[in-house]
């Protein structure tokens, strides 16, 4: 098993930042890459980002491309997001995820076998 634990969010206002972390332990040599997932009350969960810990490939959600970053830290085990220019609608519960395989919809919550319990984001207009 492996578990993820993330930290970071809070309160900010619109156009500031934050750095979201999530730490990954237990058999993490399983986890080919790890994604960021954000859920709005009432709203279904979407992807934001992903990166394999093998090589450091990045995708993003189109929404998110150009104001958040994804990036790892295979030695500390744990994956960050830095949120820039942050937006009212940017406002969710925000999920660390990690996945066993590659070849799979890196966008697709499904393809995602651990979860962490989620950091709350909220940015105020």
């Known amino acids: 098993q492996v578990q993820l634990v993330e930290s970071g969010g809070g309160l900010v206002q619109a156009g500031g930042s934050l750095t979201l972390s999530c730490a990954a332990s237990?058999?993490?040599?399983?986890?080919?890459?790890m994604g960021w997932f954000r859920q709005a009350l009432g709203k279904e969960r979407d992807y934001v980002a992903s990166?394999?810990?093998?090589?450091?490939?990045?995708f993003y959600a189109s929404s998110v491309k150009g104001r958040f970053t994804i990036s790892r830290d295979i030695a500390k085990n744990t994956v960050y997001l830095q949120l820039n220019s942050l937006k009212p609608e940017d406002t969710a519960l925000y999920y660390c995820?990690?996945?066993?395989?590659?070849?799979?919809?890196?966008?697709?919550?499904?393809?995602?076998?651990?979860w962490g319990q989620g950091t709350q984001v909220t940015v105020s207009s």
């Open positions: 995820a990690g996945r066993q395989a590659y070849g799979r919809d890196v966008t697709a919550p499904s393809s995602y076998e651990y």
């Open positions: 237990g058999r993490t040599f399983s986890v080919a890459a």
């Open positions: 990166i394999r810990w093998s090589g450091g490939s990045t």
